[in-house]
């Protein structure tokens, strides 16, 4: 996750190189890590172009990683069905899991 969401930021124009981007982890929350990715500019006056292709960068390293973009409105039984990313970001070797249904009657 780390990682990708660095490379993101790499890829974003109008974000310095030096000092490199970086990331912290603020907490562990009920379902899910809260990270910051903190990059530099030396155009805030641009800082909304900025966001948006920071953006579209994270989700693209994070689609090619295999890593889903949830959020507490989605909702999904894991019943061997494929990841929630684009096809083409589908790891080579991707195995996709079966369902556990435990009868402990």
């Known amino acids: 996750m780390i990682k990708a969401l660095v490379e993101g930021a790499k ?3 109008l974000v310095l190189e030096d000092p490199l ?3 912290l982890v603020k907490s562990l929350d009920d379902f899910y890590v809260n990270y910051e990715l903190n990059v530099y500019t030396k155009n805030p ?3 909304a172009k900025i966001y948006s292709s920071l ?3 994270i989700k693209n390293e994070l689609h ?3 890593i889903e ?3 507490p409105h989605y909702q999904a039984v894991r019943d061997g069905n494929v990841l929630t990313v ?3 970001n589908i790891p080579d070797g991707y195995v996709q899991p079966g ?3 435990e009868n402990n009657r």
Do not use: R, Y
């Open 11 to 13: 890829k974003t124009d």
């Open 21 to 23: 981007p970086f990331v």
């Open 45 to 47: 006056d641009q800082s």
């Open 55 to 57: 953006h579209e960068n």
């Open 64 to 66: 090619a990683a295999g």
């Open 69 to 71: 973009i949830l959020s």
């Open 86 to 88: 684009p096809p083409e």
């Open 99 to 101: 369902f556990k249904f």
